[in-house]
């Protein structure tokens, strides 16, 4: 088993299900509510709920909804936090002159898109780190309302967390050791969804 795992689930094992959960759901909305959340370990804090809950014979539908709900909590923190500066987001730092340049493209990006696309970006960027933290934070600061911020980004937690949980039941160490695939392979089945419809749709005619 991997080390680090392994320390997490032998500090862990005797603790009560009340203490295990409220330190994942705690790990879990910083990582996407605030900046410092990036260094976070978001998929590996499922994959030790996953293999806790197998471990004890706890329902996985506990850790679940309290990953999903912890996660979609902290996100939807981001979002506020950058509509109510209607900038970047960003600390003021000596990173943020370098860091802003790319984040004003991103929010210039979204602004032109439909809602349809958006919502697709929202719910994409919540499978991987660091644009879990950000794309939340950036969407505020763009404008993109709540009524289309909250529903994909409830969805795409859920939707997430069951992921990631019920393959560490099923699989143990395995997922916990290509943990990292996940998000890659959900972006590759967005990316080539799109592919097809862009294939699909008819030529404008002459």
């Known amino acids: 088993m991997d080390p680090v795992v392994d320390a997490v689930l032998d500090q862990v094992g ?8 409220g330190a ?14 990036v260094l976070l370990p978001g998929s590996t804090t499922l994959v030790v709920l996953g293999l806790w809950s197998a471990t004890t014979g706890t329902h996985p539908a506990l850790p679940v909804a309290v990953a999903a709900a912890a996660s979609t909590a902290g996100a939807l923190h981001g ?8 900038d970047t987001g960003l600390p003021l730092g000596r990173l943020r002159p370098r860091v802003e340049p790319a984040v004003r493209q991103v929010q210039a990006w979204l602004t032109a898109r439909s809602p349809g696309r958006t919502a697709l970006l929202l719910a994409t960027a919540h499978w991987a780190a660091v644009t879990r933290t950000l ?63 862009r294939r699909l749709r008819p030529l404008p005619r002459p």
């Open 135 to 197: 794309t939340p934070r950036v969407a505020g600061g763009a404008g993109v309302p709540l009524r289309l911020v909250a529903p994909v980004v409830a969805a795409s937690c859920l939707g997430w967390a069951t992921t990631v949980v019920l393959l560490s039941r099923r699989f143990g160490q395995q997922v916990a050791d290509d943990a990292g695939w996940v998000p890659v392979a959900a972006v590759a089945v967005l990316a080539g969804a799109l592919l097809v419809r």
């Open 24 to 37: 994942a759901a705690l790990v879990l909305a910083l990582e996407s509510g605030v900046l410092a959340g």
């Open 79 to 86: 979002w506020l936090r950058g509509s109510r500066r209607r």
């Open 14 to 21: 005797g603790w009560p299900a009340a203490l295990v959960l």
